[in-house]
Structure formats: C-alpha cells, structure tokens
C-alpha cells in the first residue's frame, strides 16, 4: 500500500520518527495499527484515550513544525510514553549513511589494496581477490557498506580510470607491467 503526503508533512514524520528511533514506515503502521485497535474496540478505554490523547499532540506537534518551517525548537520529543519532560535528552539519531566497518586508521583505496594482495600473492579471480581483499580488513566501503564481492572487483578492474593498473588473463586478474 501506498499513500501521498506533503511534503512537508513527509517532513515532519521523518522528524517525529527520527526522534522516537524507528522507520518512518513503521511509526506510520503503528498509528494505524493503534487506530484500528481502537475502532475495533481491542483496546480498554484507558488504552484507547490514551492513544487519543496521543494522536492529539501528535496533530499538535506536526502543526507546530509546519508553522515554524521544520524547526523542533517549540515541540517536546516523542518517546512513546506520553509527555516528557522538556529538558529530557534526545536520543542521538544515526546517520543512513553512517559506515559500521570504518577503517581504525587511514583510509584505503579499493584499487591499492588490490595492487597490495595482487603483489603478494599474484594473478587471481575476482572472487579469489574480494575475499583476499576483505580477509586483509584494510579496506572498508566508504558510503554503501556493501560487502566487497567479485562483481566489486570486477567493476574496479574495467573502470577506465584503473584498468591501465589491471590486466584479466584466462578469468584471472593481475598487475599491468
């Protein structure tokens, strides 16, 4: 299923989400979820005000992130467990593009780290040289964090900026002369 909003509105639930640490899409089923509780009568009376009461401020918070233009500065954040107080601390969001696998020291290239193990042990497949390459743990991906695979290698080796460095020899990949 999908569904249009604002937005602005797409905006504020990236917040709202941020803040509570989930997916926005899971924030958004989790409203409905509760919404369709409520009307089935599931929940106690006590639930279902408190999900009411919920969903109010909630109305009130998008509102007041509309009016300020996205800002947080006027609304508390929340956590799920009704009001908070207004000097409780954030939690701290992590990036979508934070890199687990950060490297402790410098940064390595993927193509010198490539040269390195085809150095040391010589000619090998593509599939011989990303586990060689990722068993070294040297190099870790800068933005996607997506393992190193044959098709990594492969793609490096025909990249015109780097196949001067590279030579493939009977489905193996050496080192240019």
């Given at each position: 299923?999908?569904?249009?909003?604002?937005?602005?509105?797409?905006?504020?639930?990236?917040?709202?989400?941020?803040?509570?640490?989930?997916?926005?899409?899971?924030?958004?089923?989790?409203?409905?979820?509760?919404?369709?509780?409520?009307?089935?009568?599931?929940?106690?009376?006590?639930?279902?005000?408190?999900?009411?009461?919920?969903?109010?401020?909630?109305?009130?918070?998008?509102?007041?992130?509309?009016?300020?233009?996205?800002?947080?500065?006027?609304?508390?954040?929340?956590?799920?467990?009704?009001?908070?107080?207004?000097?409780?601390?954030?939690?701290?969001?992590?990036?979508?593009?934070?890199?687990?696998?950060?490297?402790?020291?410098?940064?390595?290239?993927?193509?010198?780290?490539?040269?390195?193990?085809?150095?040391?042990?010589?000619?090998?497949?593509?599939?011989?040289?990303?586990?060689?390459?990722?068993?070294?743990?040297?190099?870790a991906p800068p933005r996607s964090g997506k393992a190193i695979d044959a098709a990594m290698i492969s793609q490096r080796v025909s990249n015109p900026t780097y196949r001067s460095r590279f030579v493939r020899?009977?489905?193996?990949?050496?080192?240019?002369?």
């Amino acid at each position: 299923m999908s569904i249009r909003l604002d937005p602005r509105r797409v905006n504020a639930l990236k917040h709202l989400a941020g803040e509570a640490g989930v997916r926005p899409g899971d924030l958004v089923r989790q409203w409905v979820e509760e919404r369709l509780d409520a009307s089935r009568g599931l929940d106690t009376p006590a639930a279902t005000e408190s999900v009411a009461t919920r969903l109010d401020e909630l109305t009130a918070r998008i509102s007041a992130l509309e009016a300020s233009g996205g800002s947080s500065a006027k609304a508390p954040p929340v956590t799920g467990e009704g009001p908070t107080e207004p000097d409780a601390p954030k939690r701290a969001r992590r990036s979508s593009k934070a890199v687990s696998a950060a490297p402790k020291g410098e940064r390595v290239a993927l193509h010198d780290e490539m040269i390195a193990v085809l150095r040391e042990r010589g000619p090998m497949s593509a599939a011989e040289l990303a586990g060689a390459v990722t068993e070294r743990g040297r190099y870790a991906p800068p933005r996607s964090g997506k393992a190193i695979d044959a098709a990594m290698i492969s793609q490096r080796v025909s990249n015109p900026t780097y196949r001067s460095r590279f030579v493939r020899n009977e489905g193996r990949i050496g080192l240019a002369d």
